[in-house]
């Protein structure tokens, strides 16, 4: 994470995998070395004075965050958190390994199926004590996302961010666009844009993830909720007509999309936002991290994918959402539980989003009068949401969209043509993946 000139904190490059979860594999079952537990050394093993932490937050910003929340819980219990950094990517590599091994007594993870997978193997510990304390500061949307299919809590979540179309209000004001709300009105915005000289929407896949956002978006408009859900835990084909429809339309967003996604990076394609030649850019709200003006940030604004079937509307939201697990065996069970109750309430949240304002908190009960245009239009965006999804990576088992989806997905942006041959391939490696 970056501070930039106007004071405001952003996510660094390498954040993406915090926000995002992405770049490298939970790898599920795979030989990987084990992560050391620093935390989980003989000389703070049964201390009920520390508990220790594992975490994936490497960067400068977030670390401080970080820290200082738990300098406050210190102050408050007298309970040292005893932090174990690790960059994200190696994090998330080692992560099935480390959880097998001496984990620390608490670790940073993920809302969704990246929990739920955990919890099932049994790599984590159930915390409805925990939440006995503080259900009161979640909406219904968060307690659902923070449990496991066994219907027990086992995640706090701390922060979440939704993902939308930004724009410049500048250059809508400038050229005389609308916002749209319908597909048709998209399309016909994207028309405009190119006879306008503007790349319609930015675009910048190096990085294998920013395409399986693209089709979460398409997914849930074009078929609703309930089967992006499906699709994303395996049960639904990806042979379905419903699919097919869902690469019809992208085909038909494609040209509108810059050129030379695979290999450009999502700064490089966020830069083009910055400067003004491209109209539009489908991210999460950490792209205002190269917003490094406080001008150009202040122009920056966002709206939800438009509808495509009047059946599911605009009532789905993407917002992955970022917390804590306990490991299965926590050295320190009495000080975690202790940890993950503060965790959870307001004043943790507003320690952290002091540091990081991209990002909105996850309690309703956290102070928003200091939030800016942009992240009380995204908490809006998100309270107000029927459903919210987290993310391909998140929603669906992490092995399936690393190895099959997110090439799968490069080679359709580089040749839409044989979508069947492509989706087939799809549906036989699932039914490998998942049946182990």
Not at 76 to 89: E, L, Q, R
Not at 287 to 314: C, H, M, R, S, W
């Amino acid at each position: 994470m970056h501070l930039t000139p106007s004071g405001l904190s952003v996510p660094g490059p390498s954040r993406r995998t915090v926000l995002r979860g992405v770049g490298g594999a939970v790898a599920l079952g795979a030989g990987v070395p084990l992560l050391s537990a620093c935390g989980g050394s003989d000389s703070s093993a049964g201390d009920s004075k520390t508990v220790t932490l594992g975490s994936n937050a490497s960067d400068a910003v977030p670390k401080k965050a970080f820290a200082e929340i738990y300098a406050a819980f210190k102050k408050k219990s007298g309970i040292t958190v005893d932090v174990n950094t690790k960059d994200h990517n190696t994090f998330q590599e080692q992560i099935n390994s480390y959880l097998q091994g001496t984990p620390d007594d608490v670790f940073h993870w993920f809302a969704g199926y990246r929990m739920q997978f955990f919890a099932a193997k049994g790599l984590a510990s159930p915390i409805d004590d925990v939440w006995d304390k503080i259900s009161g500061n979640f909406p219904e949307a968060m307690q659902k996302l923070s449990k496991g299919a066994d219907g027990k809590f086992y995640f706090v979540p701390l922060y979440t961010y939704p993902w939308a179309l930004f724009y410049r209000k500048s250059v809508f004001q400038e050229k005389g666009y609308e916002v749209p709300t319908t597909w048709d009105q998209l399309i016909a915005l994207c028309k405009q844009m190119q006879k306008d000289k503007l790349v319609p929407i930015a675009f910048g896949d190096k990085d294998a993830w920013p395409a399986m956002g693209t089709f979460d978006q398409l997914n849930f408009r074009t078929n609703g909720y309930d089967f992006h859900v499906e699709l994303m835990a395996g049960k639904a084909s990806w042979t379905d007509a419903k699919v097919r429809k869902v690469f019809d339309n992208w085909t038909e967003l494609l040209p509108y999309h810059q050129e030379g996604a695979v290999g450009r990076t999502w700064q490089d394609a966020a830069q083009t936002l910055v400067s003004k030649k491209a109209g539009m850019y489908l991210l999460g709200t950490f792209v205002g991290q190269q917003f490094t003006n406080k001008a150009d940030l202040d122009d920056l604004d966002f709206f939800a994918f438009p509808e495509i079937d009047p059946a599911y509307g605009q009532d789905t939201v993407e917002a992955p959402t970022d917390g804590y697990m306990m490991s299965k065996a926590p050295k320190n069970k009495a000080g975690a539980v202790k940890l993950m109750e503060f965790l959870g309430t307001p004043e943790a949240e507003q320690i952290y989003l002091k540091a990081d304002p991209n990002v909105v908190a996850a309690s309703t009960k956290a102070d928003t009068s200091s939030y800016s245009p942009l992240q009380k239009k995204a908490y809006e965006m998100i309270s107000g949401a029927k459903s919210l999804t987290q993310f391909m990576d998140r929603d669906s088992r992490p092995d399936f969209t690393s190895t099959v989806m997110q090439p799968a997905l490069q080679k359709f942006i580089r040749d839409p043509k044989g979508v069947d041959s492509l989706l087939s391939s799809i549906e036989r490696q699932k039914k490998t993946i998942f049946a182990s």
